[in-house]
Protein backbone atom coordinates (compact mmCIF):
# COMPACT_ATOMS: atom_id res chain seq x y z
CA UNK A 1 0.00 0.00 0.00
CA UNK A 2 1.76 3.56 -0.88
CA UNK A 3 1.85 6.02 1.73
CA UNK A 4 -1.02 8.46 1.32
CA UNK A 5 0.09 12.60 1.40
CA UNK A 6 -1.89 15.64 1.44
CA UNK A 7 -0.56 18.36 -0.79
CA UNK A 8 -2.06 21.97 0.93
CA UNK A 9 -2.16 24.63 -2.32
CA UNK A 10 -2.75 24.36 -5.68
CA UNK A 11 -0.52 27.04 -6.91
CA UNK A 12 2.73 26.92 -8.65
CA UNK A 13 4.99 24.78 -5.63
CA UNK A 14 1.98 22.31 -4.61
CA UNK A 15 1.36 21.31 -8.44
CA UNK A 16 4.84 20.31 -8.59
CA UNK A 17 5.29 19.17 -5.17
CA UNK A 18 2.08 16.76 -6.03
CA UNK A 19 3.79 15.60 -9.35
CA UNK A 20 7.06 14.83 -8.21
CA UNK A 21 5.59 12.79 -5.34
CA UNK A 22 3.40 11.09 -7.19
CA UNK A 23 6.64 10.19 -8.97
CA UNK A 24 7.99 8.55 -6.03
CA UNK A 25 4.68 6.33 -5.78
CA UNK A 26 3.17 8.42 -3.00
CA UNK A 27 -0.83 8.68 -2.88
CA UNK A 28 -1.07 12.36 -3.61
CA UNK A 29 -4.29 14.02 -2.60
CA UNK A 30 -3.56 18.03 -4.19
CA UNK A 31 -5.59 20.71 -2.13
CA UNK A 32 -6.95 24.35 -3.16
CA UNK A 33 -9.46 26.33 -1.62
CA UNK A 34 -10.15 28.48 -5.08
CA UNK A 35 -12.14 26.45 -7.83
CA UNK A 36 -10.33 24.87 -10.74
CA UNK A 37 -8.51 28.54 -12.32
CA UNK A 38 -9.03 26.77 -15.59
CA UNK A 39 -12.80 26.85 -14.97
CA UNK A 40 -13.26 30.16 -14.04
CA UNK A 41 -12.80 33.28 -16.61
CA UNK A 42 -11.99 35.82 -13.81
CA UNK A 43 -8.95 37.06 -13.65
CA UNK A 44 -6.26 36.65 -10.89
CA UNK A 45 -8.14 37.59 -7.66
CA UNK A 46 -4.66 37.07 -5.63
CA UNK A 47 -3.86 40.62 -7.28
CA UNK A 48 0.09 39.14 -7.84
CA UNK A 49 1.87 39.94 -11.31
CA UNK A 50 0.49 38.00 -14.00
CA UNK A 51 3.82 37.48 -15.44
CA UNK A 52 6.44 36.06 -13.81
CA UNK A 53 10.16 36.10 -14.40
CA UNK A 54 11.61 31.98 -14.47
CA UNK A 55 15.41 31.69 -14.52
CA UNK A 56 17.54 28.66 -13.81
CA UNK A 57 16.90 27.44 -10.48
CA UNK A 58 13.00 27.43 -11.31
CA UNK A 59 13.85 25.96 -14.94
CA UNK A 60 16.42 23.54 -13.77
CA UNK A 61 13.85 22.40 -10.94
CA UNK A 62 11.24 21.91 -13.36
CA UNK A 63 13.53 19.75 -15.02
CA UNK A 64 14.77 17.68 -12.46
CA UNK A 65 11.14 16.79 -11.69
CA UNK A 66 10.56 16.07 -15.23
CA UNK A 67 11.88 17.21 -18.55
CA UNK A 68 9.07 16.42 -20.63
CA UNK A 69 6.55 18.06 -18.17
CA UNK A 70 9.15 21.06 -18.28
CA UNK A 71 9.50 21.43 -22.09
CA UNK A 72 5.60 21.39 -21.98
CA UNK A 73 4.46 24.17 -19.52
CA UNK A 74 7.82 26.33 -20.33
CA UNK A 75 6.99 26.14 -24.35
CA UNK A 76 5.86 30.04 -24.38
CA UNK A 77 8.37 31.57 -22.23
CA UNK A 78 10.05 34.94 -23.89
CA UNK A 79 13.48 35.34 -23.11
CA UNK A 80 14.78 38.47 -21.66
CA UNK A 81 18.38 39.18 -21.83
CA UNK A 82 19.01 42.68 -19.74
CA UNK A 83 16.71 45.41 -18.44
CA UNK A 84 16.24 48.23 -20.59
CA UNK A 85 16.51 51.71 -18.50
CA UNK A 86 13.56 54.49 -19.19
CA UNK A 87 15.01 57.45 -18.21
CA UNK A 88 12.56 60.65 -17.67
CA UNK A 89 13.33 61.96 -20.91
CA UNK A 90 12.15 58.83 -22.91
CA UNK A 91 15.79 57.42 -23.42
CA UNK A 92 16.53 54.02 -23.02
CA UNK A 93 19.77 52.09 -22.26
CA UNK A 94 20.20 48.16 -22.07
CA UNK A 95 22.31 46.45 -19.10
CA UNK A 96 23.16 43.05 -19.64
CA UNK A 97 21.63 40.37 -17.36
CA UNK A 98 24.58 37.75 -18.26
CA UNK A 99 27.84 37.20 -18.89
CA UNK A 100 27.51 35.21 -22.05
CA UNK A 101 24.11 36.11 -23.62
CA UNK A 102 22.12 33.86 -20.35
CA UNK A 103 18.30 35.22 -19.44
CA UNK A 104 15.93 35.11 -17.44
CA UNK A 105 12.56 34.66 -18.95
CA UNK A 106 9.08 36.09 -18.90
CA UNK A 107 6.00 33.86 -18.16
CA UNK A 108 2.60 33.84 -17.62
CA UNK A 109 1.44 33.03 -14.11
CA UNK A 110 -2.07 31.90 -14.86
CA UNK A 111 -0.87 29.79 -17.81
CA UNK A 112 2.18 28.47 -15.83
CA UNK A 113 -0.27 27.06 -12.70
CA UNK A 114 -3.00 26.00 -15.26
CA UNK A 115 -0.03 24.22 -17.60
CA UNK A 116 0.90 22.41 -14.15
CA UNK A 117 -2.71 21.71 -13.18
CA UNK A 118 -3.35 19.94 -16.29
CA UNK A 119 0.18 17.86 -16.45
CA UNK A 120 -1.24 16.71 -12.69
CA UNK A 121 -4.32 15.78 -14.41
CA UNK A 122 -2.86 13.26 -16.40
CA UNK A 123 -1.22 11.11 -13.39
CA UNK A 124 -3.47 8.90 -11.77
CA UNK A 125 -1.97 8.76 -8.33
CA UNK A 126 -2.64 12.46 -7.99
CA UNK A 127 -6.49 13.53 -6.73
CA UNK A 128 -7.24 17.10 -6.98
CA UNK A 129 -10.04 18.36 -4.56
CA UNK A 130 -10.46 22.53 -5.57
CA UNK A 131 -13.18 24.70 -2.83
CA UNK A 132 -11.25 22.42 0.00
CA UNK A 133 -10.06 25.15 2.06
CA UNK A 134 -7.80 23.76 5.14
CA UNK A 135 -8.86 25.23 8.72
CA UNK A 136 -7.12 22.45 10.84
CA UNK A 137 -4.71 19.57 11.17
CA UNK A 138 -4.43 17.15 14.06
CA UNK A 139 -0.81 16.28 14.15
CA UNK A 140 -0.81 12.57 15.36
CA UNK A 141 3.00 10.50 16.13
CA UNK A 142 1.22 7.42 16.44
CA UNK A 143 -1.62 7.57 13.73
CA UNK A 144 -2.32 9.68 10.78
CA UNK A 145 -2.44 13.34 10.18
CA UNK A 146 -6.18 13.95 10.23
CA UNK A 147 -6.78 17.75 8.35
CA UNK A 148 -9.72 19.51 7.95
CA UNK A 149 -11.41 21.44 5.18
CA UNK A 150 -14.42 24.03 4.67
CA UNK A 151 -15.34 22.88 1.56
CA UNK A 152 -18.92 24.23 0.24
CA UNK A 153 -19.50 25.40 3.91
CA UNK A 154 -19.55 22.14 5.45
CA UNK A 155 -16.43 20.29 6.87
CA UNK A 156 -14.37 17.52 5.31
CA UNK A 157 -12.35 15.35 7.02
CA UNK A 158 -9.13 13.29 5.25
CA UNK A 159 -6.41 11.55 7.15
CA UNK A 160 -2.06 11.48 5.50
CA UNK A 161 0.60 9.52 6.58
CA UNK A 162 2.45 13.37 5.91
CA UNK A 163 1.23 16.41 4.48
CA UNK A 164 3.20 18.98 2.27
CA UNK A 165 1.71 22.59 3.34
CA UNK A 166 2.37 24.49 0.25
CA UNK A 167 -0.30 26.97 1.08
CA UNK A 168 1.51 30.45 0.12
CA UNK A 169 2.66 33.43 2.59
CA UNK A 170 -0.07 33.41 4.72
CA UNK A 171 -0.21 29.30 5.31
CA UNK A 172 -2.93 27.81 7.30
CA UNK A 173 -0.29 24.40 7.29
CA UNK A 174 2.12 26.49 8.74
CA UNK A 175 0.44 28.49 11.92
CA UNK A 176 -1.04 24.52 12.37
CA UNK A 177 2.16 23.43 12.52
CA UNK A 178 3.39 26.32 15.22
CA UNK A 179 0.85 24.48 17.44
CA UNK A 180 3.21 21.44 17.37
CA UNK A 181 6.30 22.69 17.72
CA UNK A 182 8.44 26.00 18.86
CA UNK A 183 8.89 27.40 15.39
CA UNK A 184 10.61 30.62 15.31
CA UNK A 185 8.72 32.88 12.52
CA UNK A 186 8.61 36.39 11.60
CA UNK A 187 6.85 38.19 9.49
CA UNK A 188 7.48 42.19 8.01
CA UNK A 189 5.70 44.34 5.69
CA UNK A 190 8.20 46.25 3.91
CA UNK A 191 6.79 50.04 3.52
CA UNK A 192 5.94 49.43 -0.84
CA UNK A 193 3.22 48.94 -2.37
CA UNK A 194 2.81 47.44 -5.82
CA UNK A 195 -0.27 48.63 -8.47
CA UNK A 196 -0.63 46.69 -11.90
CA UNK A 197 -0.60 48.37 -15.18
CA UNK A 198 -1.49 47.37 -18.59
CA UNK A 199 0.16 48.07 -22.08
CA UNK A 200 -2.06 46.70 -24.58
CA UNK A 201 -0.32 45.11 -27.66
CA UNK A 202 0.87 47.38 -30.39
CA UNK A 203 -1.31 47.94 -33.44
CA UNK A 204 0.75 47.06 -35.99
CA UNK A 205 3.08 44.14 -36.23
CA UNK A 206 6.83 45.38 -35.23
CA UNK A 207 9.49 44.22 -37.72
CA UNK A 208 12.07 44.83 -35.34
CA UNK A 209 10.62 42.73 -32.45
CA UNK A 210 8.74 40.13 -34.69
CA UNK A 211 5.74 40.66 -32.92
CA UNK A 212 2.86 43.44 -31.86
CA UNK A 213 5.11 44.53 -29.51
CA UNK A 214 5.48 48.33 -28.82
CA UNK A 215 8.75 47.90 -26.94
CA UNK A 216 11.32 45.46 -26.84
CA UNK A 217 9.60 41.91 -25.36
CA UNK A 218 13.15 40.71 -24.85
CA UNK A 219 14.24 42.93 -21.95
CA UNK A 220 12.74 43.80 -18.19
CA UNK A 221 12.03 47.69 -18.66
CA UNK A 222 12.16 49.74 -15.67
CA UNK A 223 11.74 53.02 -15.29
CA UNK A 224 13.62 53.61 -11.57
CA UNK A 225 12.99 56.92 -9.86
CA UNK A 226 15.28 56.03 -7.00
CA UNK A 227 12.04 55.97 -4.49
CA UNK A 228 9.63 54.49 -6.79
CA UNK A 229 9.80 52.77 -10.27
CA UNK A 230 7.77 51.42 -12.74
CA UNK A 231 8.46 48.32 -14.68
CA UNK A 232 7.04 46.03 -17.07
CA UNK A 233 7.32 42.45 -18.43
CA UNK A 234 6.11 41.23 -22.06
CA UNK A 235 3.48 38.56 -22.87
CA UNK A 236 3.36 36.76 -25.72
CA UNK A 237 -0.01 38.41 -27.30
CA UNK A 238 2.45 41.49 -27.38
CA UNK A 239 1.12 43.25 -24.14
CA UNK A 240 2.95 43.99 -21.15
CA UNK A 241 2.62 43.60 -17.63
CA UNK A 242 3.74 46.39 -15.53
CA UNK A 243 3.78 46.88 -12.39
CA UNK A 244 4.30 50.26 -9.93
CA UNK A 245 6.27 50.09 -7.05
CA UNK A 246 6.13 52.86 -4.23
CA UNK A 247 5.89 53.75 -0.48
CA UNK A 248 2.34 53.47 1.03
CA UNK A 249 2.93 57.41 1.82
CA UNK A 250 3.23 58.17 -1.99
CA UNK A 251 0.63 55.90 -3.40
CA UNK A 252 -1.91 57.46 -0.54
CA UNK A 253 -0.94 61.06 -1.60
CA UNK A 254 -1.99 60.83 -5.12
CA UNK A 255 -5.81 61.22 -3.70
CA UNK A 256 -7.02 62.62 -6.88
CA UNK A 257 -7.13 61.85 -10.80
CA UNK A 258 -5.35 65.29 -10.93
CA UNK A 259 -2.59 64.29 -8.62
CA UNK A 260 -2.57 61.22 -10.38
CA UNK A 261 -2.21 62.72 -13.76
CA UNK A 262 0.33 65.25 -12.46
CA UNK A 263 2.90 62.33 -10.88
CA UNK A 264 2.46 59.60 -13.73
CA UNK A 265 2.77 62.43 -16.58
CA UNK A 266 6.13 64.00 -14.62
CA UNK A 267 7.61 60.76 -13.81
CA UNK A 268 6.45 58.79 -16.42
CA UNK A 269 5.64 60.05 -20.04
CA UNK A 270 6.52 57.39 -22.14
CA UNK A 271 5.25 54.54 -20.42
CA UNK A 272 2.08 56.79 -20.50
CA UNK A 273 2.17 56.96 -23.83
CA UNK A 274 1.96 53.06 -24.15
CA UNK A 275 -0.32 52.79 -21.32
CA UNK A 276 -2.63 55.30 -22.09
CA UNK A 277 -3.32 58.16 -19.54
CA UNK A 278 -6.52 57.49 -19.05
CA UNK A 279 -6.03 53.70 -19.11
CA UNK A 280 -2.82 54.32 -16.13
CA UNK A 281 -5.07 57.06 -14.12
CA UNK A 282 -7.94 54.68 -13.76
CA UNK A 283 -5.92 51.75 -13.07
CA UNK A 284 -4.21 53.69 -9.70
CA UNK A 285 -7.04 55.03 -9.12
CA UNK A 286 -9.07 51.41 -9.34
CA UNK A 287 -6.45 48.36 -9.28
CA UNK A 288 -6.11 46.79 -6.16
CA UNK A 289 -3.18 48.00 -3.89
CA UNK A 290 -0.70 45.02 -3.23
CA UNK A 291 1.26 44.83 -0.28
CA UNK A 292 4.52 42.83 0.24
CA UNK A 293 6.16 40.97 3.20
CA UNK A 294 8.95 38.74 3.98
CA UNK A 295 8.23 35.91 6.51
CA UNK A 296 10.99 33.46 7.77
CA UNK A 297 10.65 30.60 9.89
CA UNK A 298 12.50 27.52 11.30
CA UNK A 299 12.20 24.61 11.29
CA UNK A 300 9.90 23.87 8.15
CA UNK A 301 9.21 20.45 9.58
CA UNK A 302 7.84 18.46 11.99
CA UNK A 303 9.70 15.20 13.27
CA UNK A 304 8.55 11.84 12.90
CA UNK A 305 8.53 13.14 8.98
CA UNK A 306 4.84 14.39 9.26
CA UNK A 307 4.55 17.46 7.64
CA UNK A 308 6.54 20.07 6.16
CA UNK A 309 6.23 23.72 4.08
CA UNK A 310 7.33 24.29 1.00
CA UNK A 311 7.60 27.67 -1.35
CA UNK A 312 6.09 30.89 0.40
CA UNK A 313 4.48 29.07 3.14
CA UNK A 314 8.09 28.93 4.33
CA UNK A 315 9.48 31.56 2.75
CA UNK A 316 7.39 34.85 1.80
CA UNK A 317 10.24 37.01 -0.13
CA UNK A 318 9.81 40.60 -2.06
CA UNK A 319 9.41 40.16 -5.92
CA UNK A 320 13.15 41.89 -6.81
CA UNK A 321 15.24 39.54 -7.11
CA UNK A 322 12.30 37.48 -9.36
CA UNK A 323 13.47 34.66 -7.21
CA UNK A 324 9.92 33.58 -4.93
CA UNK A 325 8.53 31.29 -7.67
CA UNK A 326 12.07 30.07 -8.38
CA UNK A 327 13.47 29.35 -5.05
CA UNK A 328 10.19 27.61 -4.24
CA UNK A 329 10.49 25.17 -7.37
CA UNK A 330 13.97 25.13 -6.23
CA UNK A 331 12.99 23.80 -2.52
CA UNK A 332 10.65 20.73 -4.50
CA UNK A 333 13.96 19.85 -5.86
CA UNK A 334 16.02 19.72 -2.66
CA UNK A 335 13.35 18.19 -0.81
CA UNK A 336 13.29 15.54 -3.87
CA UNK A 337 17.33 15.07 -3.55
CA UNK A 338 17.16 14.42 0.41
CA UNK A 339 14.02 11.64 -0.20
CA UNK A 340 16.44 10.09 -2.51
CA UNK A 341 19.21 10.02 -0.50
CA UNK A 342 17.48 8.88 2.63
CA UNK A 343 15.94 5.97 0.39
CA UNK A 344 12.40 7.66 1.60
CA UNK A 345 13.33 8.12 5.20
CA UNK A 346 11.33 11.29 5.70
CA UNK A 347 12.28 11.80 9.13
CA UNK A 348 15.72 12.09 8.09
CA UNK A 349 15.17 13.71 5.20
CA UNK A 350 12.78 16.55 6.64
CA UNK A 351 15.21 16.82 9.42
CA UNK A 352 18.19 17.52 7.29
CA UNK A 353 16.12 19.89 5.16
CA UNK A 354 15.31 21.66 7.41
CA UNK A 355 19.46 22.12 9.11
CA UNK A 356 20.33 23.00 5.34
CA UNK A 357 18.24 24.98 3.51
CA UNK A 358 17.27 27.77 6.28
CA UNK A 359 20.60 29.72 5.36
CA UNK A 360 20.03 29.61 1.55
CA UNK A 361 16.07 30.42 2.49
CA UNK A 362 17.08 33.36 4.89
CA UNK A 363 20.06 34.72 2.22
CA UNK A 364 17.59 34.95 -0.87
CA UNK A 365 15.35 36.59 1.64
CA UNK A 366 17.80 39.56 2.33
CA UNK A 367 18.83 39.74 -1.50
CA UNK A 368 15.65 40.27 -2.48
CA UNK A 369 15.05 42.91 -0.12
CA UNK A 370 18.52 45.10 -1.18
CA UNK A 371 17.96 44.05 -4.94
CA UNK A 372 14.78 47.21 -4.58
CA UNK A 373 17.37 49.53 -4.12
CA UNK A 374 19.42 48.20 -7.40
CA UNK A 375 16.33 48.47 -9.39
CA UNK A 376 14.99 51.66 -8.28
CA UNK A 377 18.04 53.80 -7.87
CA UNK A 378 21.48 51.93 -8.50
CA UNK A 379 20.99 51.29 -11.65
CA UNK A 380 20.85 55.00 -12.78
CA UNK A 381 24.23 55.83 -10.73
CA UNK A 382 27.57 56.24 -12.82
CA UNK A 383 29.60 54.55 -9.83
CA UNK A 384 27.33 51.56 -9.93
CA UNK A 385 27.18 51.19 -13.93
CA UNK A 386 31.05 51.01 -13.95
CA UNK A 387 31.19 49.15 -11.14
CA UNK A 388 28.89 46.47 -12.88
CA UNK A 389 30.82 47.00 -16.69
CA UNK A 390 33.68 46.01 -14.25
CA UNK A 391 32.24 42.95 -12.98
CA UNK A 392 31.11 41.68 -15.75
CA UNK A 393 34.78 42.56 -17.40
CA UNK A 394 36.31 40.42 -15.22
CA UNK A 395 33.60 37.25 -15.13
CA UNK A 396 34.29 37.68 -18.77
CA UNK A 397 38.38 37.06 -18.45
CA UNK A 398 37.65 34.52 -15.61
CA UNK A 399 34.97 32.76 -16.72
CA UNK A 400 34.17 30.46 -13.63
CA UNK A 401 36.52 31.91 -11.22
CA UNK A 402 34.82 35.14 -11.23
CA UNK A 403 31.02 35.64 -10.79
CA UNK A 404 28.77 38.64 -10.38
CA UNK A 405 25.72 38.39 -7.93
CA UNK A 406 23.29 38.66 -10.33
CA UNK A 407 24.90 35.32 -12.33
CA UNK A 408 25.43 32.99 -9.36
CA UNK A 409 21.70 34.03 -8.40
CA UNK A 410 19.91 33.65 -11.53
CA UNK A 411 21.84 31.29 -13.73
CA UNK A 412 23.82 29.30 -11.55
CA UNK A 413 21.36 26.55 -9.99
CA UNK A 414 24.66 24.85 -8.34
CA UNK A 415 25.59 27.67 -6.29
CA UNK A 416 23.77 27.70 -3.10
CA UNK A 417 22.09 30.94 -2.53
CA UNK A 418 24.24 31.50 0.71
CA UNK A 419 27.52 30.61 -1.26
CA UNK A 420 26.30 33.14 -3.92
CA UNK A 421 26.66 36.21 -1.08
CA UNK A 422 29.64 34.41 0.63
CA UNK A 423 31.35 34.37 -2.98
CA UNK A 424 30.59 38.02 -3.52
CA UNK A 425 31.67 39.57 -0.50
CA UNK A 426 35.36 38.61 -1.32
CA UNK A 427 34.81 39.73 -5.25
CA UNK A 428 33.67 42.97 -3.81
CA UNK A 429 36.23 44.20 -1.98
CA UNK A 430 38.49 43.40 -4.77
CA UNK A 431 35.91 45.33 -7.29
CA UNK A 432 36.26 47.91 -4.24
CA UNK A 433 39.60 48.48 -4.50
CA UNK A 434 39.78 48.32 -8.89
CA UNK A 435 37.26 51.00 -8.65
CA UNK A 436 39.17 53.07 -6.58
CA UNK A 437 42.24 52.55 -8.64
CA UNK A 438 40.76 53.60 -11.34
CA UNK A 439 39.13 56.68 -10.31
CA UNK A 440 42.52 57.92 -8.81
CA UNK A 441 43.78 57.01 -12.20
CA UNK A 442 41.44 59.14 -13.59
CA UNK A 443 42.07 62.14 -11.42
CA UNK A 444 46.02 62.12 -11.88
CA UNK A 445 45.85 61.58 -15.28
CA UNK A 446 43.62 64.09 -16.14
CA UNK A 447 41.04 64.71 -18.66
CA UNK A 448 42.92 62.03 -21.67
CA UNK A 449 43.38 59.33 -19.22
CA UNK A 450 39.70 59.61 -18.10
CA UNK A 451 38.47 60.25 -21.76
CA UNK A 452 40.03 56.56 -22.22
CA UNK A 453 38.55 54.57 -19.60
CA UNK A 454 35.39 56.48 -19.75
CA UNK A 455 35.14 55.15 -23.24
CA UNK A 456 36.33 51.70 -22.76
CA UNK A 457 33.36 51.24 -20.13
CA UNK A 458 30.98 52.67 -21.81
CA UNK A 459 31.10 50.91 -25.08
CA UNK A 460 31.42 47.73 -22.61
CA UNK A 461 27.74 45.87 -22.23
P1 LIG B 1 1.04 30.64 -3.88
O1 LIG B 1 1.30 31.03 -5.29
O2 LIG B 1 0.59 31.70 -2.94
O3 LIG B 1 -0.01 29.46 -3.89
C1 LIG B 1 -0.62 29.03 -2.70
C2 LIG B 1 -1.87 28.25 -3.04
O4 LIG B 1 -2.42 27.74 -1.82
C3 LIG B 1 -2.94 29.11 -3.68
O5 LIG B 1 -3.42 28.47 -4.82
C4 LIG B 1 -4.01 29.25 -2.60
O6 LIG B 1 -5.31 29.32 -3.16
C5 LIG B 1 -3.81 27.95 -1.81
N1 LIG B 1 -4.22 28.04 -0.39
C6 LIG B 1 -3.90 29.01 0.49
N2 LIG B 1 -4.42 28.75 1.69
C7 LIG B 1 -5.09 27.57 1.57
C8 LIG B 1 -5.86 26.77 2.47
N3 LIG B 1 -6.05 27.13 3.74
N4 LIG B 1 -6.40 25.62 2.01
C9 LIG B 1 -6.22 25.23 0.71
N5 LIG B 1 -5.52 25.97 -0.18
C10 LIG B 1 -4.96 27.11 0.24
N6 LIG B 1 8.58 34.93 -8.18
C11 LIG B 1 9.47 34.63 -9.16
O7 LIG B 1 10.14 33.58 -9.10
N7 LIG B 1 9.65 35.46 -10.22
C12 LIG B 1 8.97 36.64 -10.35
O8 LIG B 1 9.17 37.38 -11.31
C13 LIG B 1 8.04 36.99 -9.33
N8 LIG B 1 7.35 38.15 -9.40
C14 LIG B 1 6.47 38.47 -8.42
C15 LIG B 1 5.80 39.69 -8.50
C16 LIG B 1 4.95 40.07 -7.48
C17 LIG B 1 4.27 41.39 -7.54
C18 LIG B 1 4.74 39.19 -6.38
C19 LIG B 1 3.83 39.58 -5.25
C20 LIG B 1 5.38 37.98 -6.30
C21 LIG B 1 6.27 37.60 -7.32
N9 LIG B 1 6.97 36.38 -7.27
C22 LIG B 1 7.87 36.08 -8.25
C23 LIG B 1 6.79 35.46 -6.14
C24 LIG B 1 5.83 34.32 -6.53
O9 LIG B 1 4.60 34.85 -6.92
C25 LIG B 1 5.64 33.40 -5.33
O10 LIG B 1 6.86 33.10 -4.74
C26 LIG B 1 4.94 32.11 -5.76
O11 LIG B 1 3.67 32.38 -6.26
C27 LIG B 1 4.85 31.15 -4.58
O12 LIG B 1 4.16 30.01 -4.97
P2 LIG B 1 3.44 29.10 -3.88
O13 LIG B 1 2.83 27.98 -4.64
O14 LIG B 1 4.40 28.79 -2.79
O15 LIG B 1 2.34 30.01 -3.22
Known sequence: MPESVGVIGAGLVGCLTA?????RNFDVTLFDYRQDPRLTTTSDKNLRSINLAISARG???????????SERVLKDIIPMHGRMIHDRA???ESQNYGLF???INSIDRGVLNNSL????DKISNIHTKFGHKLSQVKFNLQSKQSCTFMADSSKASYDFDFIVGCDGAYSTTRSQMQRDIRM???QEY??????ELYIAPAKVHNTEFNGPFAISPNHLHIWPRHNYMLIALANGDGSFTSTFFGPWSLVESLDTRAKIQEFLMSNF???LELIGTKQAVDAFEKNPRGALMCVECKPYHLDNGRAIILGDAAHSMVPFYGQGMNCGFEDVRVLMQLLDKHEGDRTAAFAEYSQKRHTDLVSIIELAKNNYKEMSHSVTSNLYLMRKKLDTMLGRLFRDKWLPLYTMVSFRADIPYHMAIVIEQKQKKILSYLQAIIIAAMAVGGLGMYKVLRRTLKNYK
Open 19 to 23: IALAK
Open 269 to 271: PDA
Open 190 to 195: IDCCYI
Open 117 to 120: LDEV
Open 184 to 186: DYS
Open 90 to 92: GNQ
Open 101 to 103: GEC
Open 59 to 69: IESLQYVDKEI
